[in-house]
């Protein structure tokens, strides 16, 4: 059993920053795959962007592409999503994820087995 914790969220105008943390405790394996989804009110969840555990691979979202970096520190257990240059259209909150078996970085947030709370991300204009 995996379980998911995120944090950093919070209110940030145009242009700014923000890193969001997901500490995972439980079993981590190299084949995990980490994903970050958003979900903004009235929409679906949207991927934001995905890496293996051992960091051998990434994959962003084009919404996000260029802004948004993804890294993981698995001394700590923790994956980041840094987001750079926000805009009031990143509003959503914020989901980390665990995809434990299927192998391959899934953009459907059906394809993954553990969720964190949210966090939520605010940008105001």
């Known amino acids: 059993q995996v379980q998911l914790v995120e944090s950093g969220g919070g209110l940030v105008q145009v242009g700014g920053s923000l890193r969001l943390s997901c500490a995972a405790s439980?079993?981590?394996?190299?084949?995990?795959?980490m994903g970050w989804f958003r979900q903004a009110p009235g929409k679906e969840r949207e991927f934001v962007g995905g890496?293996?555990?051992?960091?051998?691979?990434?994959y962003y979202a084009d919404s996000v592409k260029g802004r948004f970096t993804i890294s993981r520190d698995n001394a700590k257990n923790t994956v980041y999503l840094q987001m750079n240059s926000l805009k009031p259209e990143d509003t959503a909150v914020y989901y980390c994820?665990?995809?434990?078996?299927?192998?391959?970085?899934?953009?459907?947030?059906?394809?993954?087995?553990?969720w964190g709370q949210g966090t939520q991300v605010t940008v105001s204009s």
């Open positions: 890496i293996y555990w051992s960091g051998r691979s990434l």
């Open positions: 994820a665990v995809d434990s078996w299927r192998g391959s970085i899934f953009s459907s947030p059906a394809e993954y087995d553990y």
């Open positions: 439980g079993p981590t394996f190299s084949n995990y795959v």
